[in-house]
Nanobody, 124 residues
Framework: HVQLVESGGGSVQSGGSLRLSCVMS????????MAWFRQAPGKEREEVAA????????YYHASVKGRFTISRDNAQNMVYLQMNDLKPEDTAMYYC??????????????????WGQGTQVTVS
């Protein structure tokens, strides 16, 4: 069955870095657009980064551009989110997601078919 399993979250001080990882299994992930979303308490889930199926083009929310980097290794079944210069407003649960949409980009959560359980990031 389909599984997306995130790891790498934690608590860091402002200006610090974290690297989130997502293991993909149970579907032909190399045909899917992959993304990272986040959701803070009381807020809607928002897409922070996306990457096309072959790892070419990437897309970033304006609030993280220049600080976060999304990447993928289809051979290793992995998607990553490198987060640098973290700010308190980055505090949220972070989710890995997969979409079969033909054109990858920044979309709302309804576009995505599969989700992980999330990993918490806290910046103080």
């Amino acid at each position: 069955h389909v599984q997306l399993v995130e790891s790498g979250g934690g608590s860091v001080q402002s200006g610090g870095s974290l690297r989130l990882s997502c293991v993909m299994s149970g579907f032909t992930h190399s045909e899917y657009c992959m993304a990272w979303f986040r959701q803070a308490p009381g807020k809607e889930r928002e897409e922070v980064a996306a990457i096309e199926n072959r790892g070419g083009t990437t897309y970033y929310h304006a609030s993280v551009k220049g600080r976060f980097t999304i990447s993928r290794d289809n051979a290793q079944n992995m998607v990553y989110l490198q987060m640098n210069d973290l700010k308190p407003e980055d505090t949220a649960m972070y989710y890995c997601a997969a979409s079969s949409v033909s054109a990858c980009g920044l979309y709302n959560a309804r576009t995505y078919n599969y989700w992980g359980q999330g990993t918490q990031v806290t910046v103080s």
